[in-house]
């Protein structure tokens, strides 16, 4: 009786594990075979010329550039802030003070907040400098969505470092801030897969860049100028009525899809290969 | 030379330390942001008529957001349904059952289908869910049906939260000491026994939390269940009827925010209400887990 | 007794770890040019000590630290000392031999070029001289460039100490410094403190007895946070003159 229970749910977990990857490939394939017929040059070379959305041609370069614009913008940004203060828990604060359980708090909290909330809080700060949706606010906006990610992604990493190592750092009469840079040094292949997730999530988000960064048909030439962005061009050509503009929506979404699995392998690469003087 | 390396020291600590603190106030700050702009609509409508009536009606100045609160609540509840037999199970096979090589192969394909765009989900879900349910799942439950209601929505939420859940559920698992399980079955339990009377018990806390952070990604998904639940401003009061979850309303109305009166605030209480429940939702499960943890220790 | 020079001397110190009162009313001299040993019961706090000593003990949170530490007649304590500088003088040797994630060269090297500008030569010189110094220049000068975590634990221990020598300490702190080696490493390290007592001051931590006879001039014997004895090695070995250090050291050199 126990072991026909045992068989029972050994077979549904095989069919559940199984249908998870099943989806997976599901997925992908639909997105590939739908999206592949209507990949053209094009497409990834030209922009959207007068009448695009009801058939015309051009391609979906604005998104493309654009999408590269904010991912980059926001992940260097992003980096800009949120090492310092990872290197400020793990360093610099003494190890379980008020000040670094509480930061890990407030990242746990900002982590789990849905992107369409940054969005609009974005909007608001917009509104409130009196901008225009624009590339610059689009950065600052997907900066926002990111930085808990990174922060967490680093702070994990730079916990599992040992405290001997900052024992040794100091009775060698390094400085606090030289001890951070032994510990950044240690910590590379894990920085290294943050930033790739962190990417990932930027350049595949739509709902904070819609109220923040607009859209438009052309490339951005200033930070204060709208930006197009990939899931957005996506979006816009499904809701077209014409079944052309929904088949290139597909096709878009063969590209982001195959950048965004590029970016996972690469992730997972790097982080194995780099670990020749780890502990 | 000392005295440089200490001028770096201290400038770097401060630099640190502000960005730290500001990270701190970024909480209060988006509440207080979305606050301030929301405080408009907040000022006209009385608080009841926000939070508990279904007519939605921005161009009289009605703005009750029932049933996009319910309709979140519908998706996220249907997709929590699904995704969670699934990844448990599945969960359990990679960590206690699946040969190693196996192991090696399932778990990064789990973690790419973890970063896919959830625009790219949409997008599947109209291709795929959308004529499956109208053709084939429908016509068994209702007259008519366009295939754009809840049950896509939750459908594809689940998928997407499934990665979620199984990749915390694999590290709780893991935390789980070898010792444990060779303990129950070197007392004849089956493997299955052990998972049912050790493994998910201690790991209750565990997956208590996966539940919780699935849960709040479901409850804030905007661009995926935008695409495949159909924008009825209605009550659903079945898996087949439409329904319009609470970040497709922002997302969608992007568009008319600033020429109706009002109606730019009420999307930022949109947003703040979202932001609200989920914090209140990550507030009390933490309770929840405290005493758990508590209790087990 | 008169005749030693204190390096290190530490006057009245109460060291409280969050409720715990750690070190009781502490005062002690530490003889200059000598190995001296803390021995006593786990938990007794000789560890402790031994941190206060290069104000590690400031990185844990909860930490209380009144009175004195003198080296030198510098109070470390004082609020104007610069703890970079201070902890330079120190030199570590902790229990499990923790080479930084380096290459072996770079382990030496790290040290010394956070305190100085030194070229390619300089450096390889400094490099070769302090892993003679440990007898380790021969195991390893065909491979400087290979990573630290290859060595053997006893090799590594080693380069841990050459690491410490690099920086040009005066005084020598070691933490159990050879728990975690086989006898052949142990005995190694320990001619290296007899050596090395020409030039520098040693502090040893040990919990083993007859290691103390071996390499210590002077012992203290520490239990429950207090220092209960403090002499020539011989003498508080062979003659305790307090009854606990005597029940102490019996059970251990029958």
Redesign the interface.
Known sequence: MRKAEETFFKALMILCTAAIAGVLFLIVWTIVSRGASSLSWDMVSKIPEGGYYIGKGGGILNAIIGSIYITVGSVVLGLLISVPVVLYINVYAKKNSLLVNLTRFSFDILFGIPSIVYGAFGFTIMVYFGLKTSLLAGVVTVTLLIIPILVRAMDEVMRLVPDDLESITYSLGATRWETAQVLLRQSVPGILTAVLLSFGRAIGDAACVLFTAGYTDSIPTSVDQPAATLPLAIFFQLSSPIKEVQNRAYAAALILTVLVLVLGLAAKYFGKKLSKNKI | MIRERLITDKLAGGVSRTLTLLSVFSVLLLGIGLLTRSIPVLRQVPLTEILFSTEWKPMKGAFGFAAFILGTFWVTGIALMIALPFSLLSAIYISEYAPYRLRQLIVPLIDLLAGIPPVIYGVWGVLLVIPFIQDHLAPHFVQFSTGYCVLAGGVVLAIMIVPLIVNILLEVFATVPKELREASLSLGATRWETVKKVLLRRSRPGIIAAVVLATSRAFGETIAVLLVTGSVVQVPHSVFDAGYPLPALIAANYGDMLSIPLFDSALMLAALILFVIIILFNGVSRLVLYRLEKQMA | MSEITPHISVKNLNVHIGDHHVLKNINLDIPDKKVTSFIGPSGCGKTTLLKTF?R?LD???NVRVEGEVLVDGVNLYSPKT?V??L??K???L?Q?P??????IYDNIA??VR????KNRAEMDQLVEHYLRAVSLWDEVKDRLKG?A?RLSIGQQQRL?LA??LA?EPEII?GDEPTSALDPVSTQKIEELFLRLKENYTLVLVTHILRQARRVSDYIAFLYMGEIIEFGPTEELLLNPKEKLTRDYVKGFLS
């Open positions: 290069n590690l990185r844990q949170d610069e970079t500088e902890r330079k120190m030199g570590l902790s499990r923790f080479p930084l994630p380096m290459n790290y040290g956070l305190h100085s500008k990573p975590t841990c690491r410490g920086v702190l």
